[in-house]
């Protein structure tokens, strides 16, 4: 009788979610780049660039969502790789609110980046205030360890 691989289903529940999250913050970014696009949000005296930076980070939303897809394909064909994009995905999401947060201080740009952020993020926030990428990170990692140990008894042994 074969033994529980509980790394395997780690890495597919995971890949899983990673696909779930994505369709989830697309269906929060979509609508607001819609919205911000035909212009029924747009700069005023107060928000200087607003556009801008929605842009910006509409951008940096895409490609966590883009590279958070690829590390789930490689989730789901086990590959130790995925483990290796997600962990980049998810410390670079983790990192990224507060470089956010520090360009609310600075003065010139501080109204557009704070009121971009609301908008901006609907990719990515959902994620954020859940907690996913710490969890993910750390069950993810702790699979990838036992997959490894096991991998190298099973080279030994044959």
Known sequence: MKAFDWSSV????????????????????????????VGAVANDPTNFHFRSWFWAMTLINLCFLTLLIVGGIHLFRLRPSGVTICNAVFVGEICYFPVIGFLWAALPVSSGVAAATGVGNMGVSLRLL???????????NLARRKRTKALAIAATVS
């Open 10 to 37: 780690t890495y597919r529940i995971f890949a899983t979610g990673n696909v779930l999250v994505v369709v989830v913050g697309l269906l929060f970014l979509v609508p607001t780049a819609f919205s911000v696009g």
């Open 130 to 140: 859940c907690g996913y990428p710490v969890i993910a990170l750390v069950c993810l």
